[in-house]
């Protein structure tokens, strides 16, 4: 298992096109994750990483596709010094082919995540 590297640098709106203006602050990282959607069975995960998160959401890459308006248990595995890790709902918003066999999801949190489970995971 790789080293999760974080940042707990907002992306700035700089950094954002107009139409990709959010509600909630993003913060990149590079945390280890798995996910499953809620419809299957236990034991049928898929890991990947967490690109970037926000009180309302997350950006997983996987070698996975899932279909728009999945809802998914997310589990977040925190930063090197207390590697707690978190389970939450999402439902996937947006997707993006990243080369020839990864997806970037954009996911939407079922509910918003407080500021101290922000910070417990960055």
């Known amino acids: ?38 419809a299957s069975a236990r034991g049928m995960e898929w890991t990947g990483k967490v690109q970037n998160i926000s009180r309302g959401g997350v950006s997983l890459v996987l070698g996975r596709r899932f279909e728009l308006g999945t809802l998914l248990a997310i589990e977040v595995q925190g930063k090197e010094s207390n590697r707690q890790s978190r389970t939450f709902l999402a439902r996937v918003m947006h997707i993006t082919l990243q080369g020839t066999s990864t997806w970037v999801m954009g996911c939407k949190f079922s509910s918003a995540l407080s500021d101290e489970e922000l910070k417990t995971l960055l």
Do not use: G, H, Q, W
């Not at 707990?8 to 203006?21: G, H, I, L």
């Open 1 to 38: 298992m790789s080293t999760a590297k974080t940042s707990s640098v907002p992306v700035t709106e700089d950094s954002k096109s107009p139409a990709e203006r959010r509600a909630f602050v993003r913060y990149s990282c590079d945390l280890e994750s798995s996910c499953r959607p809620i």
